[in-house]
């Protein structure tokens, strides 16, 4: 695996590759990587000839009270994953490398309404660092295609927007959630919960399964009554529910009675984590 830190140097070997005709995937990370992420390198590889990991603590996507500094480095552990999956190219710049002229004036990318709704309304701005850092990565690589997980589905889902709205040429290939097998969601957060939540944190995904059933099989359409009682059932397993929210998978909308595609969505605070997870379900 080539490593690179600088984005001139990248991009000649990147440009050599393309011109040998080899197709390449990207697949974006901050790092700290599980099991997840090398289901994502996986998937990528069977997209594109070659594969780009990139990992970067991006600070524009982390707010003033938010995870930045305390967030997960495991470079060397990181390297040896990625080796280990033979991934081709490993970019991990310094923050300096992706921001020369500081944050603050910091050209963005900001796709409107669908960042200021669910985990956009707890976390400002935190989309609009996503995707202006996206971009950049994606103008660096200038990768065939590009492999997200669903688990943030509204970061997926805001990416799709932005690669839409700005006809880029990159496709948005969609990774399924690696789960633990009680269930947990695998995410770098995992790691700032203690002993005592961990076998209790699993009522997210129960709960928001447990909406998605309610749904299919019993037919309810009182979605913000299901809504409410999931929130309680999250509370009551000693949680902080930041949000159950059931929406149109494409739009994220609320959802309508006639959506045939939903997604139910969850987030809730832990002692020293915000947790998110999401359930598609298709009616008809
Ligand atoms: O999902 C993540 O890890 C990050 O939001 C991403 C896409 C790498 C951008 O920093």
Redesign the pocket.
């Known amino acids: 695996m080539a490593g690179y830190h600088r984005v001139e140097s990248l991009r000649r070997a990147l440009a050599e590759e393309r011109a040998q005709g080899r197709t390449l995937a990207l697949v974006?990370?901050?790092g700290n990587l599980h099991e997840g992420h090398l289901q994502l390198v996986r998937l990528a590889k069977q997209h594109c000839d070659l594969v780009v990991v990139?990992i970067?603590v991006?600070p524009l996507?982390f707010g003033l009270s938010e995870d930045w500094e305390q967030y997960p480095r495991t470079l060397e552990a990181d390297m040896a994953r990625l080796e280990a999956e033979s991934c081709d190219y490993l970019f991990h710049p310094e923050e300096k490398e992706i921001y020369p002229n500081g944050m603050a004036d910091q050209t963005r990318v900001v796709v409107p309404t669908m960042t200021d709704i669910l985990c956009g309304a707890s976390r400002p701005r935190h989309f609009e660092?996503?995707t202006t850092?996206?971009s950049k990565?994606f103008n660096i690589v200038q990768p065939d295609k590009a492999v997200?997980?669903i688990k943030?589905y509204q970061?997926l889902a805001v990416?799709r927007r932005m690669v839409e709205d700005l006809c880029l040429s990159v496709e948005i290939v969609a990774a399924p959630i690696a789960r633990d097998e009680d269930g947990l969601a695998l995410s770098s957060r995992n790691s700032y919960l203690t002993t005592g939540e961990r076998p209790r944190v699993t009522v997210l995904y129960r709960t928001l399964c447990w909406c998605r059933d309610q749904i299919t099989q019993l037919g309810r359409r009182d979605f913000s009554v299901l809504e409410e009682a999931a929130a309680e059932r999250i509370q009551e397993a000693g949680f902080r529910p930041d949000y159950v929210s059931i929406r149109n998978a494409r739009t994220l909308d609320p959802a309508a009675h006639d959506d045939e595609e939903m997604v139910v969505l969850g987030a809730m605070y832990t002692t020293g984590a915000r947790l998110i997870d999401n359930v598609t379900l298709t009616l008809g």
């Open positions: 974006p990370t901050m990139s970067f991006n996507q660092g996503v850092v996206v990565l997200f997980g943030d970061q990416i």
